[in-house]
T-cell receptor, first 113, second 115 residues
């Protein structure tokens, strides 16, 4: 069975610091998509960044970037210059060839002023 | 109004009650989803609709009954729930169910408490 593991239940950093959230997954498929979603206190899940497994170049969206290590089945999210508005739950998700999303349990990120 | 809207935001119901959750999307999407989110657990996919046809039912108890009257609206009818059904219920939509890498757009969820 395909699984997604987020090993950090909660993290806390000071504003303006850089933080990395971990995600590992297990699959036998060769092509798939990986996502990071953010769920702020408003509860609305928002896409942060996505990566196709066939693309070697790591995806970047402004302050958000990923470190995709296909062989290690690792997909970490780096947030640079963290802001108070980055405080949220962050979910890693995997999309398989059946287009189903498989989710991790989430990491609660707290940005302290 | 744009995006995915869910009502009500909060719901408290007794185990013998019947209630319904509503989801509406204004994005022109063809696929809609119900998820259950419990604390410290991965999101659980409950139902998937594509062009108003149910395409996925992940062994959800019959006390949860979905309805999709058109591609913009999705309901989750609740009947004789159990306390362990208390959770955040999220609705999502996407362009379709077969778009590889397609982004899902979520509502703000309904926080359900069963007493």
């Amino acid at each position: 069975a395909q699984t997604v593991t987020q090993s950090q239940p909660e993290m806390s950093v000071q504003e303006a610091e850089t933080v990395t959230l971990s995600c590992t997954y297990d699959t036998s498929e060769s092509n798939y998509y990986l996502f990071w979603y953010k769920q702020p206190p408003s509860r609305q899940m928002i896409l942060v960044i996505r990566q196709e497994a066939y693309k070697q170049q790591n995806a970047t969206e402004n302050r958000f970037s990923v470190n995709f290590q296909k062989a290690a089945k690792s997909f970490s999210l780096k947030i640079s210059d963290s802001q108070l508005g980055d405080t949220a739950m962050y979910f890693c998700a995997f999309m398989d060839s059946n287009y189903q999303l498989i989710w991790g349990a989430g990491t609660k990120l707290i940005i302290k002023p | 109004e744009t995006g995915v809207t869910q009502t009500p935001r909060h719901l408290v119901m007794g185990m013998t009650n019947k209630k319904s959750l509503k989801c509406e999307q204004h994005l022109g999407h063809n696929a809609m989803y119900w998820y259950k989110q419990s604390a410290k657990k991965p999101l659980e996919l409950m139902f998937v609709y594509s062009l108003e046809e149910r395409v996925e039912n992940n062994s959800v108890p019959s006390r949860f009954s979905p309805e999709c009257p058109n591609s913009s609206h999705l309901f989750l009818h609740l009947h004789t729930l159990q306390p362990e059904d208390s959770a955040l219920y999220l609705c999502a939509s996407s362009q379709d169910t077969s778009g590889f890498g397609t982004e899902a757009f979520f509502g703000q969820g309904t926080r359900l408490t069963v007493v």
